[in-house]
């Protein structure tokens, strides 16, 4: 089966790929408004790209043609952000930040989520995420109805237990990220892992 996304299928695109490329982890995004106000907003458009400096790549599509969502209109005006990785017992609050709410509305105040101070952006960390990332925007490139947002991770926090602080490795069992799967409505947990070492 070979599919031509130039033509007739375009608008299958998303379909199409968001089915196939997967899992994709999913980065609750919180901003702040130029008046101060929290958004949250899950993306699964997403993924760490570099190590140096360290970057993550966010692609929030539009609320509707050409006119972009709370989260990208945010970063462009304030240019900071941060990543809450999500795992199995923060996924259906996640969930419920998906909701669309009325303008200037905290969708952590709607799903549960408890807002905490970051220490470099003004965006707040989420304190049930097992992983927030504070980052800053190095650039938002345009692509067609893509707007991809690299950002600069400042700041890394991690639950207690997660890492070994002596290798950075991450402790078998204690790190339980969800993935993104097909749309609507799929996703899948990321218990069972096998190990193949490269060969020399």
Not at 41 to 53: K, Q, W, Y
Not at 58 to 71: E, F, Y
């Amino acid at each position: 089966m070979e599919l031509d996304l130039t033509g007739p299928l375009r608008e299958d695109a998303y379909m199409i790929l968001a089915g196939l490329v997967t899992p994709r982890p999913i980065a609750l995004t919180t901003t702040v408004d130029p008046e101060g106000r929290v958004n949250a907003a899950p993306f699964s458009f997403f993924n760490v790209l570099g190590d140096s400096p360290p970057i993550v790549g966010l692609c929030p599509g539009d609320r509707s043609a050409g006119v972009p969502k709370d989260t990208a209109r945010n970063i462009r005006l304030t240019h900071e952000f941060v990543v809450n990785l999500v795992d199995e017992a923060l996924a259906e609050k996640m969930n419920l930040c998906a909701a669309t709410l009325p303008p200037g509305e905290n969708e952590l105040l709607h799903a549960g989520l408890t807002a905490v101070p970051s220490s470099v952006v003004k965006p707040p960390r989420i304190a049930e995420a097992p992983v927030s990332l504070e980052c800053r925007s190095h650039s938002i490139i345009e692509i067609g109805d893509n707007r991809l947002i690299i950002g600069e991770v400042l700041r890394v926090h991690v639950r207690d237990g997660i890492l070994d602080p002596e290798t950075w490795l991450v402790k078998p069992g204690n790190y339980r990220p969800i993935g993104r799967m097909q749309s609507p409505n799929w996703y899948c947990r990321t218990r069972e892992m096998f190990e193949m070492k490269r060969p020399r």
